[in-house]
């Protein structure tokens, strides 16, 4: 790893993780990820902005040592989650001499999660400053950012933002700065659908905060530095909105051939309403792509075939995620294909009290699609183009 100047005596000192293919055990990264951290000389005091995570953590002393940096003053977790924090014991090793700035939200996590002794911390509030001399520091609570203690950190006199996971992309780039706005901009979207979306009434706040500052760039902890700052700014706030677009996802698995054919009709009639459908084989899929069409479809139409009486654990798993991601999805609805008898409906739809999504009556179908079933799934697809009608989005 190399480190980079981003300006006069501010550097990039973060980690590349090219190889990462799996975030929390949980979310796939197709294009790897970075954790980002930033070091900042100014003219009395050298900071830290964030570490890396612990499997990257000699990187990042071999960073610090090219720059022979001999003494770090403030280390300023803005997040406590271990890919940004998990680096802070080390650093205390080494630069016993430093002290962690953060708020107390974020102390007492990393006292709970890495046992940083209380005697290292400093504690700073909302707006309180901090000067290294000839540059200052300025410090935004900004809760559910992805966690309740996360904030951001403005440098002043360069209008740069440090906003750890906010605004971040898993994206493993040498690219200092987004140079690609349409790869990143697939990349945050990921990040969003992922991370942020299950917070996305409480981020409306923080992206007001960011509204406020003048900023030249906003330095993530995540995937490149934003040198144009409108550009992700626009995109969450087009995000967190409740404006949804004329699509449907379609989620779906299918065992012996019959939720298939349900599927193949769905789609082809959708197409014929000119509403944009995206169906996602669920054992096959990304899992992060279906988070993403998530993002802005109106609507959801899951397509199962029911399994000793319920859902087949793939679709029940897709249900589950669905409704913690907390998407703005408005409508819903459930098809089953049933052999004797079926409970789906019961079970799917009391899987998503988080979704405040109007349910669109299910289509059941014993077996392989008849004659009635087809024409139960046109209706189906025509009520979905009137609800779309409805809220204006055709
Ligand atoms: Fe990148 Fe919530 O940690």
């Given at each position: 790893?190399?480190?980079?100047?981003?300006?006069?005596?501010?550097?990039?000192?973060?980690?590349?993780?090219?190889?990462?293919?799996?975030?929390?055990?949980?979310?796939?990264?197709?294009?790897?990820?970075?954790?980002?951290?930033?070091?900042?000389?100014?003219?009395?005091?050298?900071?830290?902005?964030?570490?890396?995570?612990?499997?990257?953590?000699?990187?990042?002393?071999?960073?610090?040592?090219?720059?022979?940096?001999?003494?770090?003053?403030?280390?300023?977790?803005?997040?406590?989650?271990?890919?940004?924090?998990?680096?802070?014991?080390?650093?205390?090793?080494?630069?016993?001499?430093?002290?962690?700035?953060?708020?107390?939200?974020?102390?007492?996590?990393?006292?709970?999660?890495?046992?940083?002794?209380?005697?290292?911390?400093?504690?700073?509030?909302?707006?309180?400053?901090?000067?290294?001399?000839?540059?200052?520091?300025?410090?935004?609570?900004?809760?559910?950012?992805?966690?309740?203690?996360?904030?951001?950190?403005?440098?002043?006199?360069?209008?740069?933002?440090?906003?750890?996971?906010?605004?971040?992309?898993?994206?493993?780039?040498?690219?200092?700065?987004v140079?690609?706005?349409?790869?990143?901009?697939?990349?945050?979207?990921?990040?969003?659908?992922?991370?942020?979306?299950?917070?996305?009434?409480?981020?409306?706040?923080?992206?007001?905060?960011?509204?406020?500052?003048?900023?030249?760039?906003i330095?993530?902890?995540?995937?490149?530095i934003y040198n144009n700052p409108?550009f992700i700014?626009?995109?969450?706030?087009?995000?967190?909105?409740?404006?949804?677009?004329?699509?449907?996802?379609?989620?779906?698995?299918?065992?012996?051939?019959?939720?298939?054919?349900?599927?193949?009709?769905?789609?082809?009639?959708?197409?014929?309403?000119?509403?944009?459908?995206?169906?996602?084989?669920?054992?096959?899929?990304?899992?992060?792509?279906?988070?993403?069409?998530?993002?802005?479809?109106?609507?959801?139409?899951?397509?199962?075939?029911?399994?000793?009486?319920?859902?087949?654990?793939?679709?029940?798993?897709?249900?589950?995620?669905?409704?913690?991601?907390?998407?703005?999805?408005?409508?819903?609805?459930?098809?089953?294909?049933?052999?004797?008898?079926?409970?789906?409906?019961?079970?799917?739809?009391?899987?998503?009290?988080?979704?405040?999504?109007?349910?669109?009556?299910?289509?059941?179908?014993?077996?392989?699609?008849?004659?009635?079933?087809?024409?139960?799934?046109?209706?189906?697809?025509?009520?979905?183009?009137?609800?779309?009608?409805?809220?204006?989005?055709?």
């Amino acid at each position: 790893m190399t480190t980079e100047l981003i300006k006069k005596n501010i550097y990039f000192v973060g980690t590349i993780d090219w190889d990462r293919r799996l975030f929390d055990e949980l979310i796939p990264l197709p294009d790897g990820t970075s954790y980002n951290s930033y070091l900042i000389i100014g003219s009395q005091k050298t900071v830290l902005i964030d570490s890396t995570d612990p499997t990257k953590e000699n990187e990042l002393v071999e960073n610090l040592k090219s720059l022979n940096i001999k003494t770090i003053d403030y280390l300023i977790p803005n997040h406590a989650e271990q890919d940004h924090s998990g680096a802070i014991p080390k650093i205390l090793q080494l630069y016993p001499k430093t002290k962690v700035v953060t708020n107390i939200k974020c102390k007492d996590m990393l006292k709970d999660l890495l046992l940083i002794p209380e005697d290292k911390f400093i504690v700073v509030n909302d707006k309180e400053k901090l000067s290294l001399g000839d540059k200052t520091l300025q410090f935004f609570l900004t809760p559910w950012v992805h966690w309740p203690e996360t904030m951001i950190t403005y440098l002043i006199e360069d209008k740069i933002l440090f906003s750890c996971d906010f605004f971040g992309s898993h994206l493993a780039t040498s690219d200092l700065y987004v140079k690609d706005e349409t790869r990143v901009y697939a990349s945050a979207k990921r990040y969003y659908a992922e991370i942020m979306m299950p917070f996305r009434i409480p981020i409306r706040k923080n992206v007001e905060i960011v509204k406020q500052l003048d900023i030249n760039f906003i330095a993530p902890s995540h995937g490149p530095i934003y040198n144009n700052p409108k550009f992700i700014i626009e995109s969450y706030s087009d995000w967190i909105s409740d404006n949804v677009k004329n699509e449907v996802v379609l989620p779906y698995v299918s065992m012996h051939g019959s939720t298939q054919k349900i599927v193949d009709y769905l789609i082809d009639e959708f197409i014929n309403l000119n509403i944009p459908v995206k169906p996602f084989n669920i054992t096959k899929t990304d899992i992060g792509e279906l988070a993403i069409s998530l993002v802005d479809a109106a609507t959801i139409v899951i397509a199962t075939p029911t399994v000793l009486t319920a859902a087949h654990p793939a679709a029940t798993y897709v249900t589950f995620l669905a409704n913690v991601l907390r998407p703005k999805t408005k409508f819903v609805s459930i098809i089953t294909s049933y052999g004797w008898g079926t409970k789906v409906v019961e079970q799917l739809s009391s899987m998503i009290p988080n979704l405040k999504v109007e349910l669109i009556p299910p289509v059941l179908i014993k077996g392989y699609p008849k004659e009635q079933d087809f024409v139960a799934l046109k209706n189906l697809t025509s009520l979905i183009l009137q609800k779309h009608r409805q809220i204006k989005i055709i």
